[in-house]
């Protein structure tokens, strides 16, 4: 039966047709051209008092190799209990494993003599309170103060911190889930939730397509839902549900808009989870429940681009996926080109000029701090975390160069080959030389003359921005660019700043104008006239804290503790400490307010803010 399933899978997703080079996963000590894995079944019991998963997990195999009989997983920080072999007929039969000692960074190989080249194995284990992928929150730390919340955060490579398996995204695989968990909560897996299901604390989940590993999520938490279109809805805890409702209205029309330049949504439902604010990302594109920080939350939806950005990986990253994370720029450099095109679609080309600008100009000021090394698309990142390799070059400059692409080839050439490409690897992980492969045949091999090997090469294997890319521009920007600098020189009063208006990122743009060290008496003007230090708006928030902390304006310091102690988003938190953590004074000021926000914050946020403040 599980044979011609995966038979089925591989005509309907058509595994076989497609050129795709293998290259190792220098993050998984997973070996997929042994034996590679193709379902995954989950039996799990969610325990807040112990904070732990505890069931099993049941691989179905693949081997490659039809007279190996070695199964290698990765596992960080899980307490296995017994390792079965289950055989066609059902029957089981224990095996030997052994588990390596832990690596920092990576975990636990654990090496399983399965014998022969058996089917299925069959995995008892139970995580570990500090499991990485995981938060256990308490109910203090959540909306309501009613409940526990837990939840998920797989990537890069934290899948692995609660299931056994084939941490790389190299390896893609079906899954299914019965989860038991306190009655009242709910719970939602990055597969087929149904938004009617009762409070019954039993679950089952089934995931039809195959993904990687770092797409496996879940979620437990006292947790309403809302509908918002025919293939949408939201969860969040109930006093944010009705706002996040508001918020994502337009999530179908931006579904629409990504389908008409890129073809069918794949995945059926669309829903969005907002969590509590220790979420440590802006959002992650598990598929069919996008899982986002409340912080997106603006009240006028100015700052959905993010919901854009993980909708537009249900096409790049989750269809098309990444094979490794040295190729990262082909989920995330694709997904935040897309993400403009829905934007522009939904918002216009002004709101989305301006989201390329603030990019573009973000991205030369932290190019400017980074090592050349780091600033190339395709990197090595052997030894390296994958959680210390994030920055903006794979987001900002992988979509300047499809940006470039389109520029050189125009739309009607460019939007049809996305298209294409997206249909032509869908359900593959793949390289950047296979995208290569398929864009000389596809794009330069059609269209030849318009774009130089060497401008491809300066764009994928040489530091900075090439010379000859687009510079993009915003109308829009020039008169706040007038303003600041009349500002600037003392020219303009704070109070006269044609600021009434200015959305989000007429914000932004006026923010990184300030310069180096602004002077008390401009932050004071600005800050009477404008009321910055307590935004909602945390895009704002932590862009006007860095400048208050430059300029030694520490009027804001109650505000800023209150900010970083509710919010755990790492971009939003940690440049804050990184900048306080410059003067002693600041950096005791952090030190004390890290101490308190410290048991909210997520593992990844407090690893980040430690380095940050050299603890
Ligand atoms: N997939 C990423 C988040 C991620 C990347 C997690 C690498 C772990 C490792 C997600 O799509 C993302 O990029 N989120 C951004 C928001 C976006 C608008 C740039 C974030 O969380 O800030
Ligand atoms: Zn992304």
Redesign the pocket.
């Known amino acids: 039966m599980k044979e011609a399933c995966l038979l089925l899978v591989a005509f309907v997703f058509g595994l076989a047709a497609v050129d795709v080079r293998a290259e190792p996963d220098p993050h998984s000590y997973a070996e997929p051209d042994i034996v590679a894995v193709r379902a995954l079944d989950l039996e799990l019991d969610v325990d807040f008092a112990r904070q732990q998963l505890s069931g099993t997990a049941e691989l179905t195999l693949d081997w490659r190799d039809p007279l190996a009989h070695s199964l290698v997983l990765d596992t960080r920080d899980l307490a296995i209990e017994s390792i079965q072999g289950v055989a066609a007929d059902g029957t089981t039969v224990d095996l030997a494993y052994t588990q390596d000692p832990r690596d920092p960074i990576f975990g636990s190989a654990l090496r399983i003599d399965t014998k022969t080249a058996v089917p299925n194995v069959r995995i008892r284990y139970h995580t570990s309170p500090q499991a990485s992928g995981l938060q256990w929150m308490t109910p203090a730390q959540t909306a309501s103060g009613k409940q526990p919340f837990m939840f998920s955060?797989s990537?890069?490579i934290h899948a692995r911190s609660w299931v056994p398996l084939q941490d790389t995204p190299s390896v893609r695989f079906t899954y299914t889930a019965h989860v038991t968990a306190p009655k009242a909560l709910r719970v939602v897996m990055s597969a087929d939730n149904d938004i009617a299901h009762a409070l019954d604390g039993d679950y089952r989940f089934r995931m039809q397509q195959p993904i990687p590993s770092?797409l496996l999520a879940i979620s437990v938490g006292e947790l309403d839902v809302r509908s918002t279109g025919p293939r949408t809805a939201v969860f969040a805890e109930p006093s944010v549900v009705a706002k996040a409702a508001k918020e994502f209205e337009d999530t179908e029309a931006m579904i629409a808009a990504a389908e008409k330049l890129y073809g069918a949504y794949r995945w059926e439902r669309y829903d969005i989870l907002v969590l509590p604010a220790s979420f440590p990302?802006?959002?992650?594109?598990n598929p069919r429940v996008t899982f986002a920080?409340p912080t997106v939350i603006a009240g006028d939806k100015s700052l959905v681009?993010?919901i854009a950005?993980?909708l537009a990986?249900s096409w790049s990253?989750n269809l098309v996926t990444n094979a490794n994370a040295q190729h990262?720029w082909l989920?995330?450099g694709f997904?935040?080109y897309v993400?403009n095109r829905i934007v522009e679609a939904v918002y216009g080309k002004q709101e989305a000029d301006m989201q390329l600008v603030v990019s573009a100009q973000e991205l030369h000021t932290e190019m400017q701090g980074m090592k050349a090394r780091e600033q190339l698309l395709v990197t090595n990142l052997e030894g390296i975390d994958?959680?210390e390799g994030?920055s903006g070059v794979p987001?900002d400059k992988g979509s300047w160069f499809l940006r470039f692409l389109e520029s050189r080839y125009g739309r009607d050439a460019f939007d049809p080959f996305l298209r294409a490409y997206f249909d032509h690897f869908a359900f593959h992980s793949i390289t950047t030389p296979d995208f290569l492969r398929y864009y000389s045949e596809n794009l330069e091999g059609k269209f030849p003359g318009k774009v130089s090997s060497a401008d491809i090469d300066a764009w994928l294997h040489q530091p900075g921005i090439p010379s000859f890319a687009p510079i993009p521009h915003s109308a829009r920007f020039d008169a706040v660019d007038k303003a600041a600098a009349d500002f600037l020189a003392g020219k303009l009063a704070a109070r006269k700043l044609p600021a009434r208006h200015w959305v989000t990122y007429e914000w932004l743009r006026f923010l990184n104008a300030l310069p180096e060290k602004p002077s008390i008496a401009q932050m004071q003007a600005l800050d009477k006239a404008w009321k910055l230090t307590g935004t909602g708006n945390g895009e704002i928030a932590f862009r006007w804290y860095v400048a208050t902390v430059r300029a030694g304006y520490t009027q804001a310091r109650p505000e800023i503790a209150a900010f970083i102690e509710r919010i755990g988003?790492r971009?939003l938190v940690v440049p804050i400490y990184s900048e306080l953590a410059k003067s002693e004074d600041g950096k005791a000021f952090a030190i004390a307010v890290y101490k308190k926000a410290k048991p909210g914050y997520h593992p990844m946020t407090q690893a980040s803010v430690e380095k940050a403040l050299g603890l």
């Open positions: 955060q990537q890069a770092y990302f802006g959002g992650m594109e920080t681009g993010l950005h993980e990986h990253g990262m989920n995330e997904t935040s993400e994958p959680d994030l987001y988003r971009k």
